[in-house]
């Protein structure tokens, strides 16, 4: 909800400006039909103003877009289909679930606006098309302009839109002409066109498994020949058959502010500014700050300073912070700037500990959880190793696909997946770079 309030506050200025421009170019519509001796009804002068403040709020919220669309990392032009709904299924967020619902909605008034007055005409199918053509036309101006990026995935839903509002508008014409059947027919094509968001909703609750850092697919299929070493071979063909996944407690937006409360309380400061997203908080007091991930939870505190990457001085600087390492917690140095300590499952407690001290300050990734045993993931064979990379279905990256893929060692990490969910990933190593393949529930 806080979500969608945001969207609709940032739009408000827009709409109101669309008010404005659609009022007048109304006046100036009856204007012109007043010299042509045209003289239209209560119903139809209504009809009228609302096109035109429609039109005008389609122009200023798909094309101007108040501040502008930032293209960094992005495309023009996405010939993805579904790329938004297999996103949707994978991880459920607020954010995905209203633009997928209101790039459906948004060109539901068209739809039903614009087949009122074909009435009962042969030609009111007319509208079907005329939408598809408006829903192009602002993917073409936003890619000219850019505006934003033009994604067959909008195409899509816009023309959704579109046939859910010629729906509703069949179904008040059946509904005034007691034609029943047709009314039901067309109450159930509303609904089916409303219908994919949700249904992609629900597929993404049927499975344990969320996102992960460690999970994305997509990526560039491994055409090149794939070796293993004896050393990869061995773990992967000699090691245990299952590896138990666990769920954790989640937290909420209370726990992230008592978080942050009591660490800003330990600089003497306090919450002064909160950033809320999807799966995160972004509390800050002073120079320093706390972000809070809901699903585990994972905690990242940030405070200034310096720090000798010892083990002995990261623990002691953590526990003043009120972060206790357990002492099976393994200790590893990442480079100059960067450690971590990792507690391997035990089936109570796990996760990992990173701290980095680049720029003149101190930032601790504290992600150790309470864990319950909820489940088992089958381990890969080589054959599934080599089919899961040739489909492009790894995390990670490497350099060209068309190489020889040469893996050196392998390995099992565990990683916190959105919802809630610490579970193994087999990771591949090659060279500077490691890939992870998600195992399967055994």
Same mark, same amino acid.
Request: glycine share 12%.
């Given at each position: 909800?806080?979500?969608?309030?945001?969207?609709?506050?940032?739009?408000?200025?827009?709409?109101?400006?669309?008010?404005?421009?659609?009022?007048?170019?109304?006046?100036?519509?009856?204007?012109?039909?007043?010299?042509?001796?045209?003289?239209?009804?209560?119903?139809?002068?209504?009809?009228?103003?609302?096109?035109?403040?429609?039109?005008?709020?389609?122009?200023?919220?798909?094309?101007?877009?108040?501040?502008?669309?930032?293209?960094?990392?992005?495309?023009?032009?996405?010939?993805?289909?579904?790329?938004?709904?297999?996103?949707?299924?994978?991880?459920?967020?607020?954010?995905?679930?209203?633009?997928?619902?209101?790039?459906?909605?948004?060109?539901?008034?068209?739809?039903?606006?614009?087949?009122?007055?074909?009435?009962?005409?042969?030609?009111?199918?007319?509208?079907? /098309?005329? $939408?598809? *053509? #408006?829903?192009?036309?602002?993917? =073409?101006?936003?890619?000219? &302009? @850019?505006? %934003?990026? !033009?994604?067959?995935?909008?195409?899509?839903?816009?023309?959704?839109?579109?046939?859910?509002?010629?729906?509703?508008?069949?179904?008040?014409?059946?509904?005034?002409?007691?034609?029943?059947?047709?009314?039901?027919?067309?109450?159930?094509?509303?609904?089916?066109?409303?219908?994919?968001?949700?249904?992609?909703?629900?597929?993404?609750?049927?499975?344990?498994?969320?996102?992960?850092?460690?999970?994305?697919?997509?990526?560039?299929?491994?055409?090149?020949?794939?070796?293993?070493?004896?050393?990869?071979?061995?773990?992967?063909?000699?090691?245990?058959?299952?590896?138990?996944?666990?769920?954790? /407690?989640? $937290?909420? *937006? #209370?726990?992230?502010?008592?978080? =942050?409360?009591?660490?800003? &309380? @330990?600089? %003497?400061? !306090?919450?002064?500014?909160?950033?809320?997203?999807?799966?995160?908080?972004?509390?800050?007091?002073?120079?320093?700050?706390?972000?809070?991930?809901?699903?585990?939870?994972?905690?990242?505190?940030?405070?200034?300073?310096?720090?000798?990457?010892?083990?002995?001085?990261?623990?002691?600087?953590?526990?003043?912070?009120?972060?206790?390492?357990?002492?099976?917690?393994?200790?590893?140095?990442?480079?100059?700037?960067?450690?971590?300590?990792?507690?391997?499952?035990?089936?109570?407690?796990?996760?990992?500990?990173?701290?980095?001290?680049?720029?003149?300050?101190?930032?601790?990734?504290?992600?150790?959880?309470?864990?319950?045993? #909820?489940?088992?993931?089958?381990?890969?064979?080589?054959?599934?190793?080599?089919?899961?990379?040739?489909?492009?279905?790894?995390?990670?990256?490497?350099?060209?696909?068309?190489?020889?893929?040469?893996?050196?060692?392998?390995?099992?990490?565990?990683?916190?997946?959105?919802?809630?969910?610490?579970?193994?990933?087999?990771?591949?190593?090659?060279?500077?770079?490691?890939?992870?393949?998600?195992?399967?529930?055994?």
């Amino acid at each position: 909800m806080q979500t969608f309030l945001y969207y609709f506050r940032s739009a408000l200025p827009l709409l109101a400006a669309a008010a404005v421009l659609g009022a007048a170019a109304y006046f100036i519509a009856l204007a012109v039909l007043k010299r042509r001796g045209r003289c239209l009804s209560g119903a139809w002068k209504l009809h009228l103003l609302v096109s035109c403040v429609y039109v005008l709020a389609l122009f200023m919220l798909l094309i101007v877009r108040g501040d502008g669309f930032s293209l960094d990392g992005y495309g023009w032009l996405s010939l993805d289909l579904f790329h938004e709904y297999r996103l949707l299924v994978r991880e459920f967020t607020p954010n995905g679930f209203i633009n997928i619902g209101m790039n459906i909605l948004i060109f539901v008034p068209f739809g039903f606006l614009f087949a009122l007055p074909f009435g009962e005409s042969r030609r009111r199918w007319l509208v079907l /098309p005329l $939408g598809l *053509l #408006a829903t192009l036309a602002v993917e =073409a101006v936003q890619l000219a &302009a @850019r505006s %934003g990026v !033009a994604d067959v995935d909008d195409v899509f839903n816009n023309f959704l839109g579109v046939a859910c509002g010629f729906a509703l508008a069949r179904l008040c014409m059946n509904i005034r002409a007691r034609r029943a059947s047709r009314s039901v027919l067309c109450a159930l094509a509303a609904l089916l066109c409303l219908a994919p968001p949700f249904a992609a909703w629900g597929i993404s609750g049927l499975s344990d498994y969320g996102a992960s850092d460690y999970e994305s697919g997509g990526r560039d299929p491994v055409t090149g020949e794939i070796s293993f070493s004896s050393e990869a071979l061995d773990f992967i063909e000699g090691g245990p058959e299952t590896f138990a996944y666990y769920s954790t /407690p989640g $937290g909420t *937006l #209370a726990d992230a502010r008592e978080c =942050a409360s009591e660490f800003f &309380a @330990r600089f %003497g400061g !306090a919450i002064e500014s909160e950033e809320l997203y999807d799966s995160l908080a972004y509390l800050r007091g002073g120079p320093n700050y706390v972000t809070y991930n809901y699903a585990g939870p994972v905690i990242e505190y940030c405070a200034g300073g310096s720090l000798e990457l010892s083990e002995a001085a990261v623990r002691a600087l953590l526990g003043e912070w009120g972060l206790g390492i357990p002492e099976a917690a393994e200790f590893e140095l990442l480079g100059e700037e960067s450690c971590r300590f990792t507690l391997y499952p035990d089936g109570r407690l796990g996760g990992t500990v990173s701290v980095d001290t680049h720029g003149g300050a101190v930032r601790a990734g504290f992600a150790l959880f309470e864990l319950s045993e #909820a489940g088992s993931s089958a381990m890969l064979t080589r054959a599934d190793c080599e089919a899961l990379l040739r489909r492009g279905a790894y995390g990670g990256w490497i350099e060209s696909a068309g190489e020889p893929l040469e893996i050196s060692s392998a390995a099992i990490e565990y990683d916190l997946d959105s919802k809630g969910v610490y579970r193994p990933f087999l990771r591949l190593d090659s060279g500077d770079r490691s890939l992870y393949l998600s195992l399967p529930e055994a």
